[in-house]
């Protein structure tokens, strides 16, 4: 995960719920996987709405 900047351990707990996930780092992790943040927050099904 350092390609995002962070540790796994720190990407772990986003993934689990354990800890919320920063907007700058939503944002970062959206563009990341090319997608959007409404996807990334189960907010869509649709991967790529733009």
Do not use: W
């Not at 540790?7 to 996930?21: A, K, P, W």
């Not at 780092?25 to 790529?48: C, G, Q, W």
């Amino acid at each position: 995960m350092l390609k995002l900047g962070i540790q796994q351990t720190v990407y772990s707990r986003y993934e689990r719920g354990f800890q919320t996930i920063p907007l700058n780092f939503l944002i970062k992790l959206a563009d990341f996987y090319n997608t959007s943040t409404d996807y990334i927050l189960n907010l869509t099904n649709e991967i790529n709405p733009h």
